[in-house]
């Protein structure tokens, strides 16, 4: 097999969602781009792919639209010739003590991190099995596909859900050749952490043992690497991306000197 021809990847106007276009269409894949708010972003990765000489289609992506949204993956298989990788990418939270979140927050978290991305994979496994030349679709997790986080109770069970979806759908889809892996970000210098896109290495993470956040585009080689020919016999696995944040439960708990962290 050959790296795959076309990808579509959801939430890629800035971030990882961003690093992973660009990586993909490095790789020889033409990209679909999908923003929810910022359309200069999603044209600004559209550029950047292009300026790799592939094709770019944009496209607006509203998942708490379900399910009418997901039919933006069929229009951007349609309009690029079909689709061989989906990474979902796209995804919102909170930062709210869970005897406070609204029941409509709680919903549209769910809804865009974990419904919205069940409905995109299941698009794109359909278009999969119906080319017949396999596929690779990616989920992006999080560290809280595995551990929790303070004030983040809607994100941490979606990503959990989304985890497990992705086993399922890894054992489902083996027999079309489609392999299902999910990549969990620790903390990266993105807009989303409250950082901007840009070189992570001054900023100091005494907690996290690499003792930095990440880089956008270490999440997208990862990414890049699980859509490879070299990555066919990897299915079903979560690859955790983080600096060595979660390994540090026992050793951070032991040196936590104050009670700030009960609350977001």
Not at 13 to 35: K, N, P, Q
Not at 73 to 80: S, T
Request: net charge negative; glycine share 12%; aromatic share 4%.
């Amino acid at each position: 097999m050959s790296f795959p021809s076309t990808a579509i990847v959801t939430g890629s106007d800035s971030g990882i969602g961003r690093a992973t276009a660009v990586a993909l269409a490095e790789a020889g894949c033409d990209v679909g781009v999908t923003y929810h708010s910022d359309e200069a972003g999603g044209q600004a990765t559209a550029e950047e792919v292009r300026s790799r000489g592939r094709k770019a289609e944009v496209r607006r992506l509203d998942l708490t639209d379900l399910p009418a949204a997901a039919a933006v993956v069929d229009e951007l298989a349609d309009a690029l010739g079909g689709v061989d990788v989906l990474v979902n990418n796209a995804g919102t939270g909170t930062s709210t003590l869970l005897v406070d979140i609204a029941y409509e927050t709680w919903r549209n978290v769910l809804a865009t991190d974990l419904d919205g991305a069940f409905l995109c994979l299941q698009r794109a496994a359909r278009r999969m099995i119906d080319a017949g030349r396999g596929g690779r679709i990616v989920n992006i997790t999080s560290v809280h596909e595995h551990q929790p986080k303070i004030g983040a109770a809607p994100y941490c069970a979606a990503k959990g859900g989304l985890g497990l979806l992705t086993k399922v759908a890894a054992i489902e889809l083996a027999e079309h050749g489609i392999t299902v892996n999910s990549v969990a970000p620790g903390e990266i210098a993105t807009p989303m952490t409250g950082q901007e896109d840009e070189d992570p290495r001054g900023t100091e993470r005494p907690g996290v043992p690499v003792g930095r956040p990440g880089d956008a585009r270490e999440i997208a080689a990862v990414v890049a690497f699980l859509c490879s020919p070299q990555a066919a016999y990897v299915t079903g696995a979560s690859w955790v991306v983080d600096g060595g944040m979660t390994q540090m439960g026992p050793t951070g708990g032991a040196h936590l000197e104050s009670d700030a962290w009960r609350r977001p």
